[in-house]
């Protein structure tokens, strides 16, 4: 769509679904930007593509707020500062317009239970009549059925078992490993940076070896400037994550990644308990390998069947020991404080990588400037992972 200040949102009210009047579309999409990114837009040109691709099932909130027009779900969002391109990434139309115009009409009309909304935007197609008037029930009438079948399930009247059986096989125990097997010691605390408050970034713990007595030490360097930060939020964190130092400079200073699609692939290594700490794990990232055969387009970068087909083979024959860990991928903007995975990434995540260990890592790119981060399923969110970047001659 145009760059345009004067396009509309549509607002339907209450239990007879009328017309109730409009509102602004674009203040309310770059207030919601705001918050995501943690900055102010307002001397920014914002360039809003609606997509026609339907949006998932949302979660049922009061006051219902209803997008009338469901084939155009999902969002791509471009920033511009003067003739630079400073943002883009896909969001779904909940996170930039829906959460937001429930918040306005909630406060304004707290009695109201239900509202529907169209963006009157050039393309827009118009509300079905079903939309609006939602006891029509003559659209799906009822098939006509053709002949019976029955089915009995198990446990059988007369005793008959299935042919066959299915069990799940139990996975296996991680080793046991702390952070002192990689030279770490307990007085070694991962650094912060300070725009990205509780966001626990790496330290650089590197075994050396003395040369008058031949004895290993460790010696720690930072990559940012540290703020001290409490062993207790490191030890509460779900997964501790030790990353290789070569892997650490590639990804974040050598491996040519594009400024105009998004990349990504999948994180290799090792995984174990965590000695010092019930109920948490310690993964060991030794490598990040290209997704191929992946189904990149304008929304989504996608993981397909060949693609875990091609790590798997890859695995076996050139990192044998080592366990898929998650995956990683690129964004095409600064990172801020408040804004990390997307919506899109999470669901991503929990569709495909369903192990409590398993990884998300995140590359966030703006000119030469890369910021990389982890992230962890935690119930059903996803939170940031502490990692320390040590020398591989541990």
């Not at 069947?305 to 990192?319: A, I, M, P, W, Y």
Request: aromatic fraction near 10%; glycine fraction near 6%; charged fraction near 20%.
């Amino acid at each position: 769509m145009k760059e345009r200040d004067d396009y509309r949102i549509e607002l339907y009210r209450g239990a007879d679904r009328k017309f109730f009047g409009t509102m602004p579309f674009l203040p309310i999409v770059q207030e919601s930007l705001e918050s995501l990114l943690g900055r102010s837009l307002l001397l920014k040109s914002i360039l809003v593509i609606l997509l026609q691709v339907p949006e998932e099932p949302l979660p049922i909130e009061s006051p219902v707020v209803e997008n009338l027009v469901p084939d155009f779900g999902y969002t791509y969002i471009k920033v511009y500062q003067g003739n630079f391109l400073i943002y883009q990434h896909p969001h779904r139309l909940y996170d930039v317009l829906t959460k937001n115009l429930r918040t306005k009409l909630s406060n304004q009309y707290p009695e109201e239970i239900w509202w529907g909304f169209r963006v009157d935007i050039p393309g827009m197609p118009q509300i079905s009549a079903f939309r609006l008037n939602p006891r029509v029930s003559t659209l799906h009438p009822t098939p006509a059925r053709e002949g019976n079948a029955e089915i009995i399930p198990y446990p059988h009247p007369h005793g008959e078992k299935p042919k066959f059986q299915i069990r799940r096989l139990a996975e296996a125990e991680p080793p046991l490993k702390t952070l002192a097997d990689f030279g770490i010691t307990s007085g070694q605390t991962a650094g912060e940076i300070p725009i990205f408050g509780n966001q626990i970034n790496p330290v650089l713990v590197e075994s050396l070896t003395a040369p008058e007595t031949g004895e290993r030490i460790t010696q720690e360097k930072n990559f940012a400037p540290q703020i001290t930060t409490s062993q207790d939020q490191i030890n509460k964190a779900p997964v501790k994550i030790v990353l290789a130092r070569s892997l650490y400079q590639n990804l974040c200073h050598q491996r040519p990644l594009s400024q105009k699609v998004e990349e990504g692939g999948f994180l290799v290594g090792n995984v174990y308990r965590d000695g010092d700490e019930e109920n948490t794990y310690l993964v060991e990232v030794s490598n990040a390998l290209t997704a191929q055969h992946t189904g990149a387009s304008f929304l989504h970068l996608t993981f397909t069947g060949d693609s875990f087909v091609e790590v798997k083979r890859t695995l076996n024959q050139s990192h044998s020991g080592e366990r898929l860990l998650g995956w990683y991928h690129t964004h095409l903007f600064p990172a801020t404080p408040t804004f990390g995975l997307s919506s899109i990434d999470v669901e991503l995540h929990f569709s495909t990588f369903t192990i409590p260990w398993q990884l998300a890592g995140l590359i966030n790119l703006d000119g030469n400037q890369r910021t990389l981060r982890f992230y962890v399923r935690q119930g059903n969110k996803m939170v940031l992972c502490p990692y320390w970047v040590i020398d591989e001659r541990h």
